[in-house]
């Protein structure tokens, strides 16, 4: 189990160390083997910092970040159990070198023993559990594959450490629309098979729909959160309702929300948990909007 209590990011601005930017503010969720938790919110929402804190390539300033009740603490072990894939595939190749470098530099670091021939197994095994045929792949330059293909072999590349999470931050943003069902399908079989998954997205895409739970994020600061089906089919807080009404659907003129005049939930006697979120219902949590009606502004 992968647990955020209460996660700060701090980072300092300016030149001189005089300002501050609260990137990440008191951020709590959990993320469990087997499950995809998705992490939605708008671009400069925080979401790739706390994907870097959960990685270990950021520190935390404030707050805990475990991993099965220890501390998060990077390092072989922890990256044995804890993978990540970013954004843009092509930045994670050098164009001079065959795209399976990749792997070769994950076997000098953590499996320098294991013999050519088992080694070449193993890489042909991960690249065919992200459906990729090896006779294609292996042995061509990055320029000579999609971005679909450097995409997936990087999950593969994940993948051959035989990690329990995986933190995948907009995977799918730079894919073409078929790739990315390629993709979202490949993480569903990953999940089946026990993979806990935190996906990072700006956007209510299709990936939304294979995550167990959802958690929404606006200026470092969760607004929603909880089981998909609760924070998605009754939403709450009015940004998660403008996220809703950005996904086009065909057949039905597009309308903006119905504005709320109160939190819906102040009047449910609903009661806060430790993030400050109210619990609506069971498994349903909302932070306060601030709404000019609610008379307990807290946003
Ligand atoms: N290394 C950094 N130094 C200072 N500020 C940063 C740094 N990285 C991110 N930020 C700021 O933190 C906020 C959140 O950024 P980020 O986590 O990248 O958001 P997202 O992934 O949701 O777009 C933004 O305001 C961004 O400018
Ligand atoms: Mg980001």
């Given amino acids: 189990m992968l647990t955020l209590d209460r996660v700060t990011k701090t980072y300092r601005a300016g030149a001189f160390g005089g300002g501050s930017v609260t990137a990440v503010d008191r951020v709590s969720f959990e993320a469990a083997p087997g ?29 805990r970040l475990t991993l099965d009740g220890h501390e998060v603490r990077p390092g072989k072990d922890f990256y044995r159990r804890v993978q990540g894939v970013f954004q843009d595939p092509f930045s994670c190749y050098n164009p001079v070198f065959k795209a399976d470098r990749v792997f070769a530099l994950i076997r000098r670091a953590y499996h320098p023993g294991v013999p050519d021939k088992e080694w070449a197994d193993r890489v042909e095994k991960a690249v065919r559990d992200v459906r990729l045929d090896p006779g294609q792949v292996l042995g061509r330059y990055p320029h000579q594959l999609s971005g679909g293909q450097l ?4 999950i593969a590349r994940a993948l051959l450490l035989g990690p329990s999470f995986l933190v995948a931050d907009e995977i799918t943003s730079m894919l073409d629309a078929s790739t990315r069902i390629d993709v979202l399908n490949l993480l569903a079989g990953l999940k089946e098979n026990g993979l806990g998954v935190l996906y990072i997205t700006h956007d209510l895409s299709l990936g939304t729909y294979l995550a167990e739970r959802t958690v929404v994020l606006r200026r470092g600061r969760v607004v929603e959160r909880g089981d998909t089906q609760k ?3 009754n ?3 009015p940004y998660t309702r403008t996220l809703l009404a950005a996904v086009p659907r065909l057949n039905t003129p597009w309308t903006l929300p119905e504005p709320l005049e109160a939190c819906a939930f102040h009047e449910a006697g609903s009661r806060t948990d430790s993030s400050d979120l109210y619990e609506t219902e069971p498994g349903h949590f909302v932070a306060c909007a601030g709404l000019p009606d609610c008379g307990r502004i807290s946003a």
């Fill in 151 to 154: 995409q997936r072999l990087l």
């Fill in 235 to 237: 939403p709450l807080h």
């Fill in 35 to 63: 499950e995809v938790v998705s992490l939605i919110g708008e671009s400069g929402s925080g979401k790739s910092t706390i994907g870097r804190m959960i990685l270990g390539l950021t520190r935390v300033s404030e707050g």
């Fill in 231 to 233: 924070v998605f089919g």
